[in-house]
Structure formats: structure tokens, C-alpha cells
DNA sequence: GGTACGATTTGACCCAGGTCAACGAGGTGC
DNA sequence: GCACCTCGTTGACCTGGGTCAAATCGTACC
């Protein structure tokens, strides 16, 4: 839980440093237990997140429990879209986590205020439903398998880009979180690792796997992936 | 063919005179005729479009030719977001289709001076997001029959707010459409669909459906469910 | 150490939906 | 009319992944 990370939706030399302090003003650092929720879908938005340190996971719930994980957030990353007056998804912890909260009022003024931030939150959002129409791609015509592998592939360059890569990958997710994400089974899930490593192209580790060379399937050559929100 | 058909992103009370003035300035009217394809993924985004007239399947296809339907553009719809450098889906027409164009250059340069635009652009996104994430749920989570009940439902709640729903409700797509857009095979919706009519939920009819009355399944009620891109 | 409890793996079986193939209903061109 | 073609439907069969249940592992707490 060290230094405070701001989302990276508001950083990079686009940003004015001057709006950045500003924004910094705004910024309050939260602290969730493992398994905590830090927003419910339907919850009124009248703030917004940054996710600092830790994983969080974002999903919508069907009222006979089934349960759509949408993205697993790292730290940089966004929760849901400023000026939005409702959560569309739940957001909880996995492990201990960090969140900067934005004040939604004084986020809101912020923000209709600057041109600039605006233009990035629009950019902002086509990338995620860029990302998202990459996740229907997977969920409507992966098999088992490629969907383990793809999801495998991303989870480690995201880790990768924030140099969070060890030499082996931690999963810090349960099986049941990775199950729906990718529209499968737990037990499902754990077959196809369990596949996977009979073929050497992972290792199994507790709370991680070793990559030791993934095969390029069909879907995973398709652009991006890099499911983050 | 009559009318030209303004995107409704760019119409409603909060969208300044002046500028929709400026708009239809910069759009040309274009026609395309069945199967046409408007633009294809991976395409320089050098013009945005706004659909005025017919029908359009937004999609994307893997290397080896399995294909997602994204969502099905109807009049009104605006394709794609702006302000992207490359198209991140394919489009094309299924039908006789009309739609207006507006040039990148200029359409970007007017974007970026407006903050009124830029605000429309932003929930217009979010609510893109929010859409596909409902169907990210479906293709996640619902069985064949809860996929395609909640397609005729909310294809027919979209007809139904642009006035276009006489008694029996028009399927201009192909059943093939209706399986890449949810994740099925062609003969799973032709046999769902005689199932559900069995069931006297529907009638079929030659290019289109009646509905007589469909139940409420779990997904079903899961909020909006309005695809359009 | 030992016990308890949740997470994960593994096995045996089943079924929704996929696959393959035949058939039928409209169109269209000649 | 007839040949042809595409789209949709239907049937028979198969299989990938779901379901249910029983180990096994890991970790935390006595």
C-alpha cells in the first residue's frame, strides 16, 4: 500500500500539470478488504474510481445468481465512466486494494470544464468498447481452450506493461472468477489448465501459473486483448 | 429512400442550431446497395457514418472465418465511434441501406471545438459500453432459448421506438446474422425459433415473426437490453 | 502437530447444442 | 415450365462442456 497511483486515464504528457493538481485535490485514498465491495451495480455514481494498488473484479449479477465477470481492473485502471449517473456493474476487491475516489460533483464540474480531459475520456471509452467487442469476439466463438489460453496471454502482458512480471504469473483471481469471465464452468476451467500444462505450455503453481510458450490460436492473433477497465 | 435521417447522436434539444446547421454541411448523403459493405475493420477511419435508411450488421471476423455480429445498426444509429483512427469493426449493408457521411477531417476539427458535442459523444460511448456489456452477459451466460427470446424482445423494443412495428415484426437478417450475433449456430436458431413457436410465444412468417406474447425469462429482465451501435 | 474449511482437482455421467446431411420453399433467369 | 440457387427447416447422431460427487490440497487457527 505504498505511494497513492492515479489512473493513467489522467496521466501521460497530454495531461496539464496544472489539471493534475487539481485533480490530485480531488482525490481521496480508500482502502477495501479482500472480498469487500467498493460499488454495486445500480448504486447511484456519485463518485468515481481509480484503482491504486491491488485487483478488483467488475461484473453484473442475473437475479438467479449467474454471474458475468466483465473485466478483472489492475492497478491504473478505471472503474466505470465518469458522468454516468448509475453504476452498470458491481466492483469488488480481490485481496487488500487501493482506490482514489473522485468526489462525482466536483469530478463532474472538472471535467465539463476541460476540453482536454474530455477528449481523453472519450478515447478512453472507445478503447474499453473496443476491449468489450474484443471479449463478445472470445465469449461467442472461443472454444474451452482458446479462451484459457487468450485470457492466459493477456493477463500477462497487462502484468507485463506494469512491470508486474515475475517469472511466474500470480492468479491472484479464484477459478470461479476466471469461470465467469469466460463464460464457462469452474470445474471447466480447471480441466483446461490442467490440459494445458500436460501440453508444457504452462506450469501450474499455487496462485499462479509458469507460461512456458503459448500456441497462437486462431483468436488469439486478434489485435489487442487486453481487457482492462 | 425519402428523408435524409440525422443521426440521433447529434439530435434532440441539446444539440445548439448552429451547429447541427454546421453539421448537415459537412454529411453526404450515400446508398448502398444489399451486401454492400460500408466500411470493413482495420480501415482507416477517414469518415464517420450515421445510418438513415435500411439495415446494417456490424461484425468481426477471425482469420478463419468464424464471424461475431456485434450488434444490428438501425436508422439513427451512429456507426462507430469517432475520433479513432481505424474502424475496429466491419460493416455492411443487409438490404437496400442510405447513409450519411461525414467527413474525418472536418468532423474531427468540429468535434474537438465543441464541449457540447464532446459531453454527447461521451454518454453516447458509455451507453455503447454499457450495451455491450449486456450482451457480453448473454453470450456469457444464457442458454439458446434465453438468447434468442431477448433478441426478438429487444429487436423488437428498438423497431418499436422508431415507429417501425406493424403487427408481424420484420427479421431482415439472415438466421446465419442471428447466430453470429449470439454465439449459436444457424440450426440452433431455426430450431429455437420453431421451438418458441411451438411453445406460442411467436409465429413464424416469411422475413419476420409475431409475437404473441413472450415470457419473462432471467435475462430478460436484466434492464435496458437495447443493442444499436 | 491436528483439525477445519474453502479452493481446486479429478472422475463418471449426461445433455444442450453442434455437425452433417437431406429436404423443401421461394426466387430468378431462360 | 424448368433448371438452378440460396435460404430455411428438420432429422439423426455426436461431442464439448456442464453436472454431480468425491477426493485432495492449502492455509489458518487451535
Known sequence: MRRAFFPTLFCGEACDP????????????LY????????AEGDLADSAFGLSQGVIRLYKLLPDGRRQVLAFALPGDFLGMPLADRHS???????????????GADLTKFIRSSPNIMLRLIEFATRKLD?????????GNGSAEEKVAIFLVSWCNRLGRLSMLSETVPLPMRRQDIADFLGLKLETVSRTLAKLEQKKVIRLVPNGVLLTGLAQTPLVTSRSHQPQI
Open 18 to 29: 496544472l489539471e493534475l493538481r487539481e485533480l490530485r485535490r480531488l482525490a481521496t485514498q
Open 32 to 39: 477495501f478488504g479482500a472480498g469487500k465491495t467498493i460499488f
Open 89 to 103: 456493474f458491481s466492483a469488488d476487491a480481490i485481496g487488500e486494494v487501493a482506490v482514489c475516489r473522485f468526489s
Open 131 to 139: 476491449m468489450a467487442q474484443d471479449q463478445l469476439l472470445l465469449l
